[in-house]
């Protein structure tokens, strides 16, 4: 099984900046795709940030030029780094690791950390 952890959520003015972690189980060079989605009230989970596991890297386009996706192979992490905040960010974020085949082929999901950013 393949467990992840979120963290980093909280409530911040409109322009600050807050980073999400978030700590997987299992090793992260396995996931074909990790990233970052996030589900407004009322709306759809949304991509937020993904890589692949060639080194690809997507935003959704509300965000880009504001958050950075990164990760750290030994510690076996994903960070968001969410920089200009705006109240229209304010969701419950979630991790997300993909494996398409094999023994542990799946898609994973994290509990979800709440950010909130206030005008």
Request: proline share 2%.
């Amino acid at each position: 099984q393949v467990q992840l952890v979120e963290s980093g959520g909280g409530l911040v003015q409109a322009g600050g900046s807050l980073r999400l972690s978030c700590t997987s189980s299992r090793s992260i060079s396995s996931f074909n795709h990790m990233g970052w989605y996030r589900q407004a009230p009322g709306k759809q989970r949304e991509l937020v940030a993904v890589r692949t596991s060639d080194g690809i890297i997507n935003y959704a386009d509300s965000v880009k030029g504001r958050f950075t996706i990164s990760r750290d192979n030994v510690k076996n992490a994903v960070y968001l780094q969410m920089n200009s905040l705006k109240p229209e960010d304010t969701a419950v974020y979630y991790c997300n690791a993909a494996i398409f085949g094999g023994q542990w082929a799946g898609n994973y999901w994290g509990q979800g950390t709440q950010v909130t950013v206030s005008s």
